[in-house]
């Protein structure tokens, strides 16, 4: 039989699973928003954004998942891709000017969006 | 004005008499060169432009740019509808055996299926790719629920298959593998030499709940795309 430290301990960790579960869950769904903002600052290429993405995170985001949204929003001309001199192997995507603007203010708009959730969930 | 795929080749509807159900998971098999590719992306793009709906493209082999200019080559034009992926990019950042490329796939086309619900079309090009880079015998108990789940998606699919000979002896070698028996459809491209010279040729080997020809008909390539002539024989 468990001791009640043990089931305490099972409890926590369940309540850890759950949480983890929904944050994977909003990420994933919102993953164009978390690949945009990954853009804010730096310049990547798909392979960062996911290491990005679980370091800040702790979600994996697999490629499959990842890659047709950097394709599509490059065709959308929010995204701009382009090869290092002398790296013919790694693409690497920027924001557009149009692109940055949509990011930043999706990255609001989704705070926002949490925040009021969250009060709703409150009340 | 809504289109049939049976119509979208001049010509293919002499050898394909009914509509290719929907969901139907289709191979397309040749050896080299003999406009597998071609004739896939032709009907893809035809049917889209002429449809309110959208198809996706999978290229395992080339990458978009190179697998347009080939397109573009013979005379056939990439549609807005029609979607484009390559695994160049991802190949290139991410270790083969880092990559489970049937699910990567089916993820690549659920992602394409939030953007676009009317996304009704697909194609891999090709299998062969898909095995060389995957192992073969896990890769082969994967394929059944691969079609499967292509079928449970309402997509009609097409999926290209280099076969190096496809007949030998009268028979056809490449009958005991499984994709065939799986597959809803087999469309066959080959060479043929003849007195009158080399000739491509198209044959329907299968279509299940469509009637159609049996016998291989003359494919040419012209400045208005692939037409499908008469019987070759």
Known sequence: MKTSVENAMDACESQEDSRKKFVDRIIKTNREVFIMSSLLDNQMCGYDIIKEIFTRCDVFLSQGAVYPVLYTLEEDGLLRAEYRKGDMRTKRYSLTPKGREIAEKDVEIFAKALKQVTLLLKR | MSLMLKNTINGLDKILFDEIPKGSVILVTGAEGTLKSGLVFSMMANYVAANDEHGLYVTLEQSVESHLRNMNSLGIKKEDGLHIFDYRDMRMEWMDSELDLIKTTEEVIDSYK?????????????????????????????????????????????????????????QFSQFHQTEHYLADGTIDLGIIEGKGGVKRYIQILKMRAAKHAMEKHQLTIGDNGINILGPIY
């Not at chain 2, 953007?115 to 073969?136: G, V």
């Open chain 2, 114 to 170: 939030e953007k676009h619900d009317n996304l009704t079309l697909f194609a891999l090009d090709s299998l062969n790719a898909l095995y060389s880079i995957s192992e073969k015998d896990i890769m082969r108990n994967k394929v059944y629920n691969f079609f499967s789940n292509l079928r449970d998606e309402g997509l009609t699919s097409f999926l290209i298959m280099e076969s190096a000979q496809s007949r030998i002896s009268g």
